[in-house]
């Protein structure tokens, strides 16, 4: 089974070696067809603590790293940290 990456931008960088990244995902509403704006927080690992606030990554799913990390930055899109 593949594993899932996902594009978001980084929200806080204050925790050692681990990076907020909300992924912002859009959907059409079942019944009323409106278009919705979903925001998910992950926290992803940052090996090298390069990600600063604003930066736009990629994010994998990987092995439980901690109690609600779940994640691994595998590159900066853009921003200061690349």
Not at 8 to 34: I, L, N
Not at 56 to 67: A, C, T, Y
Request: hydrophobic share 35%; proline share 4%; glycine share 4%.
């Amino acid at each position: 089974m593949p594993k899932k990456v996902y594009t978001g931008k980084v929200v806080s960088d204050k925790m050692d070696k681990t990076a907020v990244v909300a992924v912002t995902r859009t959907f059409q509403h079942p019944v009323f067809k409106k278009t919705i704006k979903k925001i998910t927080k992950f926290k992803a690992h940052d090996e090298a603590n390069k990600c600063k606030i604003g930066d736009q990554v990629e994010i994998i799913e990987s092995r439980p790293l901690s109690k609600d990390k779940r994640w691994q930055i595998i590159k900066i899109v853009e921003g200061e940290g690349r």
